[in-house]
């Protein structure tokens, strides 16, 4: 995964770890945590955190470890791409998760929401002003996932709203 010898080493206490925390197998844990790390540029020398988010993310969560490797798949680059930490996509996925939705389709609904929420479009923009809301307000490259759930939340928005903002796949799960 592009870890010299010793950050093998030093990753290799925190896999497993997180391996013997969520009941999985030694090569998921290390697979899930390697392609995580790339995904949001951080080095060995977090290892122990990653392993720390993600045995929380499976214990609180309807993610067993294969299901979260999954998703993360998806989540994990959009996630990173708009400058979210490990911490705040993990959890924004896990609620996907907790809609029942399996691993690689958790992932992909928030992928999905967070692209749908960056691209503006005339009709998007007319369905938030019926909410008092802008595109500015759920702009993910301004809020975490978790302020613009909070600020849709609060403006009362039906499923057919969330649908037109969020796009016609993630849209209801939003809502």
């Known amino acids: 995964a592009g870890m010299d010898t010793n950050e093998v080493i030093s990753a ?18 290390t697979k899930l945590m390697a392609a995580s790390m790339a995904q949001f540029g951080d080095g060995a020398d ?82 938030l002003k019926q909410l008092g809301l802008t595109m500015a307000d759920i702009n993910p490259e301004m809020h975490s996932f978790e302020d613009i759930m909070i600020k849709v939340g609060a403006a009362g928005m039906s499923t057919s709203q969330a649908m037109e903002i969020f796009g016609k796949r993630s849209g209801a799960n939003i809502a």
């Open 46 to 127: 977090q290892a122990t955190r990653y392993a720390d988010v993600f045995t929380a993310t499976v214990n609180n969560s309807l993610f067993t470890t294969e299901s979260l490797m999954e998703g993360m798949k998806y989540a994990g680059t959009v996630g990173a791409g708009f400058g979210y930490t490990l911490e705040e996509t993990a959890a924004a996925v896990a609620m996907f998760a907790n809609l029942g939705l399996e691993g690689s389709m958790a992932g992909t609904q928030l992928r999905m929401a967070l692209q749908a929420a960056a691209t503006h479009t005339k009709k998007k923009e007319a369905t």
């Open 12 to 29: 290799t206490g925190p896999a497993l770890h997180l391996a013997g925390a969520t009941g999985t197998q030694l090569h998921k844990s």
